[in-house]
Structure formats: structure tokens, C-alpha cells
């Protein structure tokens, strides 16, 4: 197996509903990529693009292959991967897994998704196809219904009372609206620093009892990195950064997960699988974008990835040992909450962070300094899929 | 393989308040809803049973902000019930009035009727849903 390095990554802002198509969004992202990575078009060998809801956004199916077109990169095979809010780490992964192989060099991957262009009801009723059509579906779930029910399941299992982990919730979504109000590329960008814990426990409920300020924003976007193998790398940048594990793992629906929740035990076999290929423990990870839709679910995830004790989290973050500084820095990006969650973007938008954290590139109020490892945790659906990838400094 | 339990014949059964499963032949567990596979132990030879659908709450939630198509619902609870039988199912719950749900619901005792959703564009026809009560 060769070893992989993300030579060049790109992204548009993350934001609100907006004019551009998913084509363009996602051509604008692989450009930059493909700039940053001196090559041109024509050099990309295949094209793995997540996309979950292109098909609502905007009406357009078999977008991989329209935006392949569009970029210059002529009639080379073109993947959609579709994995809920996932399906750009699918499409990282894959993408990994080719040039590792030695079938292609050079291979570009990412996506693109306009969630906010649907607006709040039809992407509520979207999302929520991700949940099991026939015997979950009919009780009216929604996204933040699961997770709302994974709060009241995390505190009645952990012994925290609600109060409690409502606050250290609030904690989870302060200290990412801080990372993304500093971060040019995010929809909250000069947006609720500093928001005191009153107004994110008093803003309105979603789903008890997880209020707007617990919750993602619905958003369009699109990022896009170039993966090469090490020899074509070495040609192409000073500064490659090697995709040392991944991991991915699924689960059915919510209710066949039962007594195993609130912890996702597919991204506990998906980070264990990322972890062994790299050699390294939870303890070595400098920097990580995890998958925070709902503030609960950062929680989840941290405990989920071996950061802290499963019931512990809410401490991490008030202590800051999650913070830039801490334990390991989660997030300083701003997260799913405040850089947004273009879902079909999402885990390309991560590893375009966790690269650019590396490279020492970002703004200095969010920079982690000296971070040489991080890692990647992207969650689709409720658990149905779940990716992991852990990336090293090259040089 | 003809699968054994479809989801339509689940379904048409719960419209009758009756709740169906699939005991497996290798390790004796139920499944609910019905799968390819028994979900303790992957043996694909089970049986059709009858589930009493009594259990306890294990978590809940109070939604206020739907679907398209569902916005007269709201506000409407959700709670996930693990059945006497060990299988976790998803449904309403009826009784209580939908703003005072609170962290006391966990562990209660319910009994299974059912609700029949309609449907909407999406959906490829009707679905029906367990409707749970309180058992006093």
C-alpha cells in the first residue's frame, strides 16, 4: 500500500441560502484545490464528490459527473458517494483507498451540498429521510428529535442532572461560535462571540430539550481536497500531509441501536480501525473536527473517539481541556455549529481545516500551535455511517 | 430468499394493535421491527411471533419544529421504549400534555396501541407508528 498525502485543499465559505449551484460552489472548491496543489485539471486521474441532497436542494441529480465537466477535469470517471452528513469523508476515504492502491496518482475529493437553500421545513423533512423511513419516520422524528433524545438518555445514564448538562451543553456551543467568529470561511463569521450561557439555554426550543443555540444551522457549501500518492506529492508541495488511518463503520436505524446508545458503537469500531492503522492513541491527537450537529452530540463524539471517560465530556469542555490549549483542541474551526454544515461538504470542510491547522495557515486567534496530528469524525445520520481519519505532518 | 416479515404485513398488523416479531430458531431472540437477520445473532431462520408491546420509556423528547407537511402536529412527544422482550421501539406517546414532558418519564411502564401517518410525497404510501400510554 502507498502512502497517501493531501497535497492541496480548497473550500467556499460556508453560509446561508445562496445564488451559486451546487456545480459551482463545488467547482470553486476543487479549483482552489487543485491550484493550490500546482496541477491543473487535466491532471486529476477521478473525481469522488459527497452530495446526499442534491436531488431536493435543487433538483439536480448526477452532479459528480456535471461538476467533473465543469472544472476541466474531461470524462474521467466521476462518484457520487451519499451517506447523509458523512458523505464527503466517504468520498475522502475512497479516495485515499485508490491512490493507496496504486490505481490512480492523483484523485480529487469533496462535496457540495445546499441544505440552507431548501429552507427549515423541506430540509427538516430531508434530514430526517435519514432515519428509518418505515418504523421511525411515521412517529415524526427529526434530527434534532434524536438528539434531543440522546441528551435525556445521556443524562439519565450518566447520572448528570439535566440542568447540568444542559449548561455544560451550552459550554460545547459557546466555545465553538468563539473558534468560528475568527474564521473567515464560516457562516457565524463576526457572529455571537462570547454569548453568555443564559442566552443559549433561553433561545427556543427545538426539540426538548435542545434549543437553537444547541443546533447546527442548515447551510450551502462545498470543499474539495487533492489527494496524490507520496511520489507524485513530492513533486507538487513542500508541505504534504499524510492521511496516516482511516476508518468507517455502519449501524441500521436509531432503534436497532438500543441499549448500546447514547454512545455510537460504529464510530467506536471506526476511530479503533483509524487509530491501529496510524499507530497512535486518543492521547497523541493534537487537533480534531468532530461531528458536532447538536451540542450533545460533541459530547458523544469526544467520549466516542477515547478524548475523555464517557460521562465526562461536559467536564472537558468547561475546564477547556477541549479547548485550544487543552487536552486536545476540538473544533477550532468552529464546528458544524458555527463554520456550518453543508452536509454533504461536511468532512471535506474538516480535513480542509485539520490541513490547514497543520500547515500552520489559519488565523492566529484559532491556530493550534505546534499541532502536528489531527483527526476527522463525521457522522451520518444517526450512526448509519461513520468515518475517521487521522493526518501527520509531512515534513 | 423470500424475506419473511415484510414491513407492509408488520404494519398491517399494528393497524390491529397487534405487534409482530421474529424469533430466531439458532439463539431464541426476538427481533422488532422485522430484519433479513436475527439482530442478536445474524441467523436468517426465525419465526413470526406475537409481541405484547409492554415496556418502559428509556428516553423522550418534546418536538416543537417539524417537517414540511407536519407543522399542525407539533408539539408532539417521541420516546424510544425498550419492550419487556429486549427490543427498543420508536413511537408517540398520548396522555400527557406534550410542554410538561420531563426527565421523570424515563423508566415509566407503557402499554402499545398504534397511529397511522398518512403519508406525504416522499413516503411511497402510508406508515403506521406505535402509539404508547402510560401504565398508571
Redesign the interface.
Known sequence: MKKVAVVGVGSTKFSGPQEKTEVELFSEAASDAIAASNLRPSDIKALFMGNALGDFDEGQGMVQAYAAENIGCRNVPANRYEGACASASMAVRDAFIWVASGFYDIVLAGGAERAATMG???A??TF??FSD??????????F??VF???A??Y??KYKIP?PKLREQMARVSIQSYNHGSVNPKAQFFGKNADMPVEKVLGS??????LTLHDCCPFSDGASAVVLASEEAAKKLTAKPVFITGIGQASS?P???Q??Y?PRIRAREISSKQAYDMAGLKPGDIDICELHDCFSIASLIAAEGMGFFDFGTAGEAWEQGWADIGGKVAVNPSGGLKSKGHPIGATGAGQVYEIVRQLREEVEPERQVPGAKIGMTDTLGGDGGTLVDMILQRGW | MEYTLISKTYNEALKQDKLLGLKCKDCGAVTVPPAMACRQCAGQEMDIVEVKGDGRIRTFTTVFVTSEGRESEVPYVIVLVELDEGPWLMGNLEGIDPNTASMELIGKKVKMGHKVFPGDKYSAGEGVSPLFTLVE
Open positions: 427549515t421545513g423541506l427538516t423533512r430526517a429521510m423511513s418505515r418504523y421511525e419516520f411515521p412517529s415524526g422524528v427529526t434534532p428529535a434531543a433524545m440522546l435525556h438518555l443524562s439519565d439535566l427556543f426550543v427545538v426539540c426538548a430539550p441500521g436509531l432503534i436497532t438500543g441499549d446508545l
